[in-house]
């Protein structure tokens, strides 16, 4: 009779212990995905977003990654359209005006000598002053694949011409510019959006994305042409 009391305690004890471990497990199992949670939260304040690149040269923010390569149609979408918001003017659109906000996506240290380049472009000095009718456009016939110069540093060849409008002369007269160009990588966008943004504010701050910058614009057959701004103009 003692024997079965004690046998009948033991079977009874089992779907205790059973019931205690599954409760444990559970516990352990919440905890482990409240501590992910927590962590994925963490790393979510602690690491800024950064830019994901698409095939076809666009970037879009995404998940942190510290990284200084840049895919080659990134680079070269982002000097076509940089160019081109720099070199084509209005005046409903002002050259002044286009180089006060696109100049954003020029390094800090090159910006004076590239202005002057522009400057020098046209002998009529309609930098400052766009004759009422006149217009101007830069028209981009091919741009290379981009050379790698160092980590986070290309170069590119640009041909192109900036053709000039009036109202007295609608077949335009032709600049040529064919330059080498080149882009550094840098860790934050270095474009921001005013309170009032005009189109041009929005495109600007798009290119920007890309986290790239131009920092050094020199002539076709310059052979010496480097990250060193001063080489940039003569």
Known sequence: MQIFKSENKKSNALPLLAVATFGLNVLSLLLLIFNGSMLQQLGRQLAPQSLVQLVDGRVITGDPEQ???RQPETIRRFVGESMSLMLTWSQQ???????EISSQLVANDFKEKLKSQLINLNPDR????VNRGSENVLVIQK???????SNGRWKVEMFANQLTFTSYDKLGKSISFNKQ???????EP????PNAPLPLHFAVYRLGEARLEISNVCEIQDKNCSGNSNQALP
């Open 93 to 99: 659109q002002p050259p002044t005006t286009v180089w």
């Open 190 to 193: 270095a474009t921001s959006l």
């Open 181 to 187: 160009i080149l882009i550094k990588a840098i860790n």
């Open 67 to 69: 990284n200084l390569e």
């Open 126 to 129: 309609q930098f400052e002053n």
């Open 143 to 149: 741009i290379s694949q981009p050379i790698k110069i």
